[in-house]
């Protein structure tokens, strides 16, 4: 049996935060923003941290490609010991969490929204 994932969403990256209702939220921080995050449109954000059943994993990242907003490019992920989700508006990444290759697909996406790389950082995590 696979084990729940754990992640992070940034709650402003989300157009609609209804489906937060659907996730267990076991943590819940705002962090000041910087120069460094380039999110100049923020002066903090809420980090969530989030688990998700296993079995609901593939359908949260579905529903959460199309919640985040579209003004802003952003992602979400969450991870298991066996797969990692790293969930871009409109497009999902479910990476075999050994796959280095797969890790650099989502980050060469990443890069190509203008999401700093070292905010890209999935395979360290």
């Given at each position: 049996m696979s084990t729940n994932f754990i992640?992070?969403?940034?709650?402003?990256?989300?157009?609609?935060?209804?489906?937060?209702?659907?996730?267990?939220?076991?943590?819940?921080?705002?962090?000041?923003?910087?120069?460094?995050?380039?999110?100049?449109?923020?002066?903090?954000?809420?980090v969530l941290k989030?688990?998700?059943?296993?079995?609901?994993?593939?359908?949260?990242?579905?529903?959460?490609?199309?919640?985040?907003e579209s003004a802003h490019n952003w992602y979400a992920d969450f991870k298991n010991d066996d797969f990692h989700f790293i969930v871009?508006?409109?497009k999902i990444f479910r990476i075999t969490r050994a796959s280095k290759e797969q890790y650099a697909q989502a980050q060469k996406y990443g890069v190509s929204l203008g999401i700093p790389e070292y905010q890209l950082d999935f395979g360290k995590k």
């Open positions: 992640g992070t969403i940034i709650e402003e990256s989300l157009a609609s935060k209804d489906i937060l209702e659907k996730i267990k939220i076991t943590g819940k921080k705002a962090e000041k923003v910087t120069v460094k995050h380039k999110t100049p449109w923020l002066e903090k954000w809420t989030v688990e998700i059943g296993a079995d609901k994993a593939a359908k949260i990242a579905e529903e959460l490609s199309k919640r985040l871009f508006r409109n």
